[in-house]
């Protein structure tokens, strides 16, 4: 089983404070392979250039590919982008693209505390 993490879990887990993390979702990030959407890389950088991070994406990224084996999904992003034009609940460009993401890889389960994807994306997990 495959399932995805959206950036604030994954946030959570490269802090180390996966206590924070919801029951049902640390069951999965225990028994799933994980993956991620480069938007979620693109989304932490944009996060690091605000100052709201103080380690940039590929740091993370390679953090929780070694500690986690999390994976870099590889959908072909022409895919994402095209069930994105559908996720019309949202102007949100980052949350459009990683529930697409999530979408399009047999609508997998989706790790987010984010309550709006929790309305609009049945396989959102907390």
Sequence with gaps: MIAYLDTHALIHLALGRSRLIGREASRLIQRAELLISPMVLVELEYLYEIGRLK???????????????????EIPFATVAGAAIDEIW??????????????????APLISADERIAEHYPRAVW
């Design 90 to 107: 949202t102007r949100d460009v980052f949350d459009r693209i990683i529930v697409a993401n999530a979408r399009v890889n047999g609508l």
């Design 55 to 73: 380690v940039r994406s590929r740091d993370i990224q390679t953090k929780l590919e070694h500690e986690l084996g999390i994976k870099l999904c």
